[in-house]
């Protein structure tokens, strides 16, 4: 495994200049771009053993939730990455459809883990079903990892306790090792952006029930610190041999300055910094990134390459920038805000939704994920959204979030 300790021969005022030149196409997607932007080919970014499996990763992955085009894709392959998340339901199948052809024309199909899911999953015999229509959508005899998709927001007729119980229940264990037994699935696990508490009985289920292999979970260091629970739920799996990928990190901030003081004399941009304190963490083998364009890419994969772990107090300086800038989706939401609000709506969730649409631009994804809750879950009319923000573990502005959430995905 590549030290992560070790950095390249990209120093750190190399990639200030790089970021300018990167800047002028900071807005442009990946396949918007022509040959002569493209950078020479780098060997793989570092690597983490992801758990008990024993697979090294790219301490950085690429979530595909929107359609990857080959140029792309060889951009991604370019910068070093080689981990790809995809799911039966990004872009509407176009995601999976997209990385089986250039995977095909490539023939790059050995040098990468693939994760895929499935959505909606309710029972271990959907789930062992999806299988070969996974490896059909991908053109591949076998998946690295395959995932229960959002465990603990696919079930809407009083599912919570049967999803949180699913990591330690013997039908989903069985399916699980059958799928393993018949060489079609390595890896099996699940991911989980659900309400706090729940995402904890989750964790804390999986490295007691035995038979997840990995887990992708909504997770940042303001969290972890705050959260003495969360904490010990990441202890539990790293002890019992689950490997920890996490997703949403951070999500985009207009208003963020592209450099800080605390972390320009690092060397590193604000979301350079959230990657690096996330890294920091000895439990988590990869970052799940959205990666829209080739700024992002650049300015992610230098991070990896450069990876240094984080002090306490620059930990601390991450946590702050959290504080600060942090305040459009909340990651540790536990329905306190609701409780506060008086009301039944699902306000993480409603907010969440209009992140992915607004923030990220998967306005599918935020549409569907809107569409899914039910009339009473979207109906926050009449709460009380003071006390909601006042409540938030990351002081959301309701007021202004939840009508721009009913006017853009309803």
Known sequence: MADLNQRDDLSRRTFLRAGVTAAAVAGMPLDALGEDTKAKPNGPLPRRVLGRTGEKVTILNWGCGREPTPRMLNAVYDAGIRYLDTASAYAQGA????????????????????????????????????????????????????????????????????????????????????????????FVGFSTHTAVPLRIDLLNNAAAGGWVDAIMTAYDPKLVRDNAEFNKALDACHKAGVGLICMKAMRGVDDMPKMLPKFKEMGLSPYQAVLHAVWS??????????????????ENSTAARNFKPMDRDKIGAVIELYERYGSRYCNACDGRCARAAGTTAALGDITRALSYYER?????????????????????????????????HCKLDFASLLPRAEEKLA
């Open 95 to 186: 995601s999976e459809k997209g990385i089986a052809e250039w995977m095909t024309s490539t023939g790059r199909r050995k040098e990468f883990f693939i994760v895929t899911k499935e959505y909606p999953c309710k029972t271990p015999e959907a789930w062992l079903e999806a299988v070969d229509k996974r490896l059909e959508a991908l053109k591949t005899d076998y998946i690295d990892a395959f995932f229960i998709h959002s465990l603990g927001g696919g079930n809407k007729d009083g599912g919570e306790a049967k999803d949180r119980d699913v990591p330690k229940t013997k039908e989903w264990a069985d399916a699980a090792e059958k799928m393993k037994k018949s060489g079609k699935v390595h």
């Open 281 to 298: 963490d000895e439990r988590i083998a990869s970052i799940c990134s959205d990666i829209a364009n080739l700024f992002v890419l650049q």
């Open 360 to 392: 990220d631009g998967l306005r599918d994804s935020g549409r569907e994920l809107y569409a899914s809750l039910t009339p009473q879950q979207r109906d926050w009319h009449g709460a009380d959204l003071a006390a909601a923000s006042e409540a938030c």
